[in-house]
């Protein structure tokens, strides 16, 4: 995992070059995601449950958002920039993350770390973009 200023969302694939839309990596196709979010509140409850020290992209899901709770994206679709992504689940951790990052990370990250989202409307989303939550 690594940081990037922008990425291309693709409807019907997720992120342009991510594991997912090229059907690539490790996961099971019943469990993949287009987008797997994680918001900034998980990702510092992750931290202090493992005393801070994980880097950036351990947690492996490829959106980091900001200035949201998790609960707030449940059954909700969201726009950022001029992407929209459709909430579709839960996205708990898999083992395999432990067996990658040799700590107990699923523990940490918690089942209810993360979401999978569909994207609806493709674009380009940019790092400080403002996420406006649709009905």
């Known amino acids: ?7 291309k969302v693709l409807a019907g694939q997720g992120l342009q070059g991510d594991r997912y839309a ?6 099971h ?3 993949s995601c287009e987008i797997t979010l ?6 510092q409850r992750m931290q202090r449950r493992m005393h801070g020290t994980l880097s950036e ?3 492996r899901r490829n ?5 949201i709770k998790p609960r707030q994206l449940r059954q909700r679709s969201l726009q950022i920039g001029h992407a929209v992504l459709s909430y579709q689940r839960p996205r708990p951790p898999c083992g395999y993350i432990d067996q990658l990052t040799g700590l107990r990370l699923a523990k940490a990250m918690g089942r209810d770390s ?3 989202f569909k994207v609806i409307r493709g674009g380009v989303i940019r790092v400080g973009e ?4 649709l009905s």
């Open 38 to 43: 994680l918001t900034e509140y998980e990702w």
């Open 130 to 133: 403002r996420i406006k939550l």
């Open 22 to 27: 090229l059907a690539c990596g490790h996961w």
């Open 57 to 59: 992209g351990v947690h």
């Open 63 to 67: 959106l980091v958002v900001q200035g």
């Open 1 to 7: 995992m690594q940081s990037v200023a922008s990425a």
């Open 114 to 116: 993360g979401a999978c």
């Open 29 to 31: 196709t019943v469990e």
